[in-house]
T-cell receptor, first 123, second 117 residues
């Protein structure tokens, strides 16, 4: 079974500074996706960034980037130039990319989440 | 395009009752997944539907069930509610997938906050 671990329950960063959130995972699969989701207080979960395991290049989305170390099964999120609006709970998540004949050759959308990191941004 | 909608947004029930939660996916999306979010257990996968068929199920007791209708709307039902069922229930939808390698982003709804007294 796959597991996702986030060892930092809470983090704090000064506005305009850079912060890195850690995530490790365990899987025996070779094909999968990794995600970072953001859940602001009382607001909807939104996708921040995704990484496909077969791609060696680290994903980047504006101020958000990841450091994907496949051999080490590590997937950290770096937020540059932190803004007050970045304050939220951040979840690391795993999704298998394997396809199953019983699913008409499709893959599952099932996400396995870590326990989350609550990020505070200080003005 | 309207996002994923979930109704009701808040619900209070008592132990032993049953509850039905509804999720309307984004127009054109045929895949719906459900998650339970609690402070103690975090986010846990409940089940996943595609074209009215359940194709994956999490490790929850049989009191938790779901279904999907021909218009892709989905409902989940919890019978004989327990205090531990108090949680935020999230629904996520995604577009059709194909046999080609493709990625379909999942979009989450705002959730239904269920409180069991």
């Amino acid at each position: 079974a796959q597991t996702v671990t986030q060892s930092q329950p809470e983090m704090s960063v000064q506005e305009a500074e850079t912060v890195t959130l850690s995530c490790t995972y365990d899987t025996s699969e070779s094909d999968y996706y990794l995600f970072w989701y953001k859940q602001p207080p009382s607001r909807q979960m939104i996708l921040v960034i995704r990484q496909e395991a077969y791609k060696q290049q680290n994903a980047t989305e504006n101020r958000f980037s990841v450091n994907f170390q496949k051999a080490a099964k590590s997937f950290s999120l770096k937020i540059s130039d932190s803004q007050l609006g970045d304050a939220a709970m951040y979840f690391c998540a795993y999704r298998s990319a394997l396809r199953y004949p019983m699913n008409y050759g499709g893959a599952t959308n099932k996400l396995i989440f870590g326990t989350g990191t609550l990020l505070a941004v200080q003005p | 395009k309207a996002g994923v909608t979930q109704t009701p947004r808040y619900l209070i029930k008592t132990r032993g009752q049953q509850v039905t939660l509804s999720c309307s996916p984004i127009s054109g999306h045929r895949s719906v997944s459900w998650y339970q979010q609690t402070p103690g257990q975090g986010l846990q996968f409940l089940f996943e539907y595609f074209s009215e068929t359940q194709r994956n199920k999490g490790n929850f007791p049989g009191r938790f069930s779901g279904r999907q209708f021909s218009n892709s709307r989905s409902e989940m039902n919890v019978s004989t509610l327990e205090l531990g069922d108090s949680a935020l229930y999230l629904c996520a939808s995604s577009a059709d997938w194909t046999l080609r390698r493709s990625y379909n982003e999942q979009f989450f709804g705002p959730g239904t906050r269920l409180t069991v007294l």
